[in-house]
């Protein structure tokens, strides 16, 4: 059985990569979301509602499940049987970060491969950090990101911070 890990810190999850994670499921029996702890990166949601927003948005993926880890991503695939890294490309900089990443995997797991997905033309832009900011700012999710993590944001931004 061949499994996937499609890692990332999904802060929060949007359409693209929701774009990634149906085209990644259709090359593997089983994929895992991997949502990585990273407080270094001081993200909106923490860890459990982030993996409870990825679980609502990918209901209708069946060989899919998500999981929150720690430490070297390698590690994690290696606890969960998976040999496929996942990953989503935009542009020319995510290109080179992905081949120093994997550079760096490759050296610390050789069993493990990378697959990149680019992605699809409507989402070459979209990011999570993009997407805070643009929430922050008031503006529209819709076509950003699926409709309950457009609430939660909603509501995240209006909590911590209000708009005099």
Known sequence: ???????????????????????ASALCQ?????????SSKRPLFPVKQRVELIEKAIAGFPNVRVESFQGLVVNFMHAAGARVMFRGLRAGSDFEREFGMTLLNKKLAPDVELVCLMASSQYQFLSSTLIKEFALLGGNLEDLVPAHVAVALKDKVSTDFPRD
């Open 30 to 38: 089983e994929l895992i979301i991997g949502v990585y702890e990273n």
């Open 1 to 23: 059985m061949l499994i996937g890990v499609y890692p990332g810190t999904f802060d929060p999850i949007t359409k693209g990569h929701l774009d990634i994670i149906e085209r």
